[in-house]
């Protein structure tokens, strides 16, 4: 299904914790397919692999608003804490 989505030309997959279910194959599959895709793909999951692989925008949100950067989950994550020890 995922895949049929993606070669429908939609401009935004909207996908709610997509590595749940799936075997490590099935995973690596689509890891593969959205690393490729060319159009947005919007995501929230626990799977740290995948989010580190897929996203290069992190939108978090917090009490006061949105923090939104575009960068990878792990330079993120390095950020956040360096701020929060300062």
């Known amino acids: 299904m995922i895949a049929r989505m993606m070669l429908s030309g939609a401009n935004v997959l909207v996908l709610d914790q997509p590595t ?5 194959e099935s995973i690596t599959a689509l890891n593969n397919g959205l690393r490729d895709y060319k159009s947005n793909v919007l995501f929230t999951s626990h799977d740290y692999e995948f989010v580190q692989t897929i996203a290069n925008r992190i939108i978090e ?3 006061d608003g949105l923090i939104d950067k575009k960068t ?5 994550v390095e950020s956040s804490l360096l701020n929060k020890s300062i």
Request: a negative charge.
């Open 61 to 63: 949100i917090i009490p």
């Open 20 to 24: 749940n279910h799936l075997d490590l």
């Open 72 to 76: 990878t989950y792990e330079e993120y």
